[in-house]
């Protein structure tokens, strides 16, 4: 369906807005109709476990918020596609935004498919609060000046707080350096960014190997052995999808981390594949912006591990903080926007009262920069199979705000990685 917001105002002033859109409701009686949110998600596929717990956070943080009034008084109805390439995923936004008429939508996690995503939100004039992915086309951003699109921390946050976290740990205790990373554009910036913090903290270090797999590749033996051979004394990895486990599993049958140090900043996506069984300890372990046994994490983020853990049998990981992020910024938006104007907002009003509004999310308090990007807080540290599960969790839990580990609005994130302002 090709019907745009801009082609239906033409159509409303020649006055066939009733044929093209035939679900219009009066001011008073949308507030009493329910207030449909569209989730796009991946279910399936490398990036499935992801997917499907960001979808089962967003449905706990509406059962939560509906019994509390909803948003603004409106009860919430949750209407979920899956995201899968994006000329599909692009398609299924429009039919959210011109047939499902949804008020705002949440979700994308892959970047390649938010680049193209992004743009048709700006042209449909619709609200896309990003749980995940970036705008970015390497870490350019492709839309400096977006008003209906919120977007997530920049990936790189993870890389930059786990090379810090390396530096903090391990300097002085390894000489020769490998990496393997996934074969696209985060994989290879993460790298980047790890080598050249290394150099600014006066880290000497020979780099010896660099291996990149494609995304989902289920026989890494190869890189393995071409990984062992060259004997290094850490290893650092940026992988994330179900490869991820796939790798650690055969590197600890192959004896590769035997003696090693080794760096996961985004490991926490899968920590429920991470089996102590083939972890090594003291592995710089990431996990994004939810921690879930954080012994100082707030009553909201210990009641949702325990329903989470009760229901799924499993542990939740950063998605979930982000698909709760995204609702409760959007709830604060709106009943903000509304008190403002006295009435139902329109996206445009919402929009503007969204950035800098401070919200309780799983992991912490975090909030949208007036650029709409997200500031939120990341968890990292040296792992440790010594608890009661059978995956690791962190022997030492180090926390940074997202405004100490993304570049500033403007900023060039290679100017910025050499010579900003840094947390350590």
């Known amino acids: 369906m090709k019907l745009t917001r801009r082609a239906f105002s033409k159509l409303a002033g020649a006055g066939v ?18 207030l449909k949110i569209g989730v796009i998600a991946p279910r399936s596929g490398v990036a499935g476990t992801a997917g499907e717990c960001g979808i089962r956070a967003a449905q706990w943080a509406v059962e939560r918020m509906n019994k509390n009034g909803g948003i603004a008084g409106r009860q919430i109805e949750l209407v979920i596609e899956e995201e899968t390439n994006p000329k599909d995923t692009i398609e299924r936004f429009r ?7 949804v008020e705002a939508v949440h979700g994308l996690i892959s970047t390649g498919v938010s680049l193209g995503v992004a743009p048709v939100a700006e042209e ?22 977006p008003k209906y699109v919120f977007r997530s921390t920049d990936n790189e946050c993870e890389a930059v707080m786990g090379s810090l976290l390396a530096v903090k740990y391990f300097k002085g205790k390894f000489k020769r350096v490998a990496g393997i990373n996934p074969d696209y554009s985060y994989g290879r910036n993460n790298w980047e960014a790890f080598k050249q913090i290394l150099n600014r903290y006066g880290v000497e270090a020979e780099f010896v190997a660099e291996q990149w797999p494609k995304v989902g590749t289920m026989d890494l033996t190869s890189h393995v052995a071409a990984l062992k051979a060259e004997k290094p004394d850490l290893i650092f990895s940026s992988m994330l999808f179900a490869d991820l486990p796939v790798f650690m599993k055969q590197g600890s049958a192959a004896g590769l981390f035997d003696g090693v140090k080794v760096v996961l900043p985004a490991a926490g996506w899968q920590i429920n ?5 083939f972890m090594p300890e003291g592995v710089i372990f990431g996990h994004n912006t939810l921690y879930f046994n954080h012994p100082q994490g707030s009553p909201l983020m210990k009641s949702f591990v325990a329903d989470y853990m009760d229901k799924y049998k499993e542990a939740p990981h950063w998605e979930a903080d982000r698909a709760y992020f995204a609702l409760a910024t959007y709830k604060a938006g709106v009943e903000a926007a509304q008190k403002a104007a ?33 500031e939120q807080i990341f968890y990292q540290g040296p792992s440790t199979n010594n608890n009661k599960f059978d995956f690791p969790t962190l022997a030492e839990i180090n926390s940074f705000d997202a405004a100490q580990l993304q570049k500033p609005p403007g900023v060039d994130f290679w100017e910025w990685i050499k010579s900003g302002k840094m947390p350590v």
């Open 124 to 145: 449909e004039q619709a609200l896309l609060v990003m749980w995940d992915g970036t705008t970015q086309d390497g870490v350019k951003e492709t839309m400096p000046n």
């Open 342 to 374: 006295g009435k139902w907002p329109t996206p445009d009003q919402v929009s503007q009262a969204m950035p800098g509004l401070e919200v309780e999310s799983l992991g912490g308090k975090g909030r949208f920069r007036k650029d709409r990007i997200a």
């Open 95 to 101: 039919r959210l935004v011109l047939q499902e008429k």
């Open 273 to 277: 594949q991470l089996k102590k069984e």
């Open 17 to 34: 807005a009733a044929a093209a859109m035939p679900r219009l409701f009066t001011p008073a009686f949308a507030q009493n109709a329910p």
